[in-house]
């Protein structure tokens, strides 16, 4: 009896452990995605006349930066 309930012990201690890991795992990932949107934005570091003159909105570079592999433009580019 003592031998099942020490296994049982370990199982869950397993789960739990993985599901702590994928949880890390996962907000370690939107963290980077999250800095790698803000670096995009950063690239673009200018004004909405000069976005303007290039036929763009602070708007798509947003939508671009969060999907990334969606096209707004209907564009596909560097392909």
């Keep these: 009896m003592s031998t099942t ?3 049982t012990g370990l199982g869950q201690t397993a789960a739990s452990t993985r599901r702590v ?10 963290f ?3 800095r ?10 200018l004004s909405d006349r ?9 708007g798509e570079i947003d ?11 209907g564009i596909r580019s560097a392909e």
């Design 21 to 30: 890991s994928s949880f890390l795992n996962r907000y370690w990932g939107a």
């Design 5 to 7: 309930f020490g296994a």
């Design 50 to 58: 000069e976005l303007m003159d290039i036929g763009t909105t602070r």
């Design 32 to 34: 980077q995605e999250r």
């Design 36 to 45: 790698k949107r803000q670096r995009l934005r950063a690239t673009f570091d």
């Design 63 to 73: 939508y671009a930066a969060w999907n990334r592999g969606l096209d707004p433009r």
